[in-house]
T-cell receptor
Framework: SQTIHQWPATLVQPVGSPLSLECTVE??????LYWYRQAAGRGLQLLFY??????ISSEVPQNLSASRPQDRQFILSSKKLLLSDSGFYLC??????????FGSGTRLTVV | AQSVSQHNHHVILSEAASLELGCNYS??????LFWYVQYPGQHLQLLLK??????LVKGIKGFEAEFIKSKFSFNLRKPSVQWSDTAEYFC???????????????FGKGTKLSVIP
């Protein structure tokens, strides 16, 4: 069966520090992968998506970047975090029009 | 671009009350429709989905949703809520013009449901 792993679960980072959040999928190949940010009262905002290795599309210009070094690995990064980067980050995968399966999320607090 | 409206930000109900959460989307045509639920401290999980056929869709835990094409709506219902239904509920619809093969979902802002015992 397919599973999705996301880590870390929580992270507290100082302003200006780098960020790396990792997401991996097991039990499937060539999934579409997504990074969303969830903010209270604002729903889910699509940040990046990827349809294949090395293929990244950005939906919102910001301080973040994404990479897909392997078929089932999706990484969200930042060189220098801002206070406004605080939030709950969700990774998701899908194959075709069957909806998403979400990871458990990472709560990022920038201090 | 697709937009999804969830009319209620926070709904408070007593146990055994009936629930209806509204969801409207902006773009018609062929749509797949989803409701996701996020229980406190847990990750988002699929509650139910509509692809085609009977517009009344049954999901887990006694939830159902009705797709009304003429109203661009996909409202979520439950005849009798329980305390354990306390959660945040998100409606989602595919984006109109996703990048090739990307299949993006657009989510509503969510409705927080609090059920009082």
């Amino acid at each position: 069966s397919q599973t999705i792993h996301q880590w870390p679960a929580t992270l507290v980072q100082p302003v200006g520090s780098p960020l790396s959040l990792e997401c991996t999928v097991e039990g499937t190949s060539n999934p579409n992968l997504y990074w969303y940010r969830q903010a209270a009262g604002r729903g889910l905002q699509l940040l990046f998506y990827s349809v294949g290795i090395g293929q990244i599309s950005s939906e919102v210009p910001q301080n973040l970047s994404a990479s897909r070094p392997q078929d089932r690995q999706f990484i969200l990064s930042s060189k220098k975090l801002l206070l406004s980067d605080s939030g709950f980050y969700l990774c998701a995968w899908t194959q075709g029009a069957h909806g998403y399966t979400f990871g458990s999320g990472t709560r990022l607090t920038v201090v | 671009a697709q937009s999804v409206s969830q009319h209620n930000h926070h709904v408070i109900l007593s146990e055994a009350a009936s629930l209806e959460l509204g969801c409207n989307y902006s773009y018609g045509g062929t749509v797949n429709l989803f409701w996701y639920v996020q229980y406190p401290g847990q990750h988002l999980q699929l509650l139910l989905k509509y692809f085609s056929g009977d517009p009344l869709v049954k999901g887990i835990k006694g939830f159902e949703a009705e797709f009304i094409k003429s109203k661009f709506s996909f409202n979520l219902r439950k005849p009798s809520v329980q305390w354990s239904d306390t959660a945040e509920y998100f409606c989602a619809v595919p984006e109109v013009y996703s990048g090739a093969g990307s299949y993006q979902l657009t989510f509503g802002k969510g409705t927080k449901l609090s059920v009082i015992p």
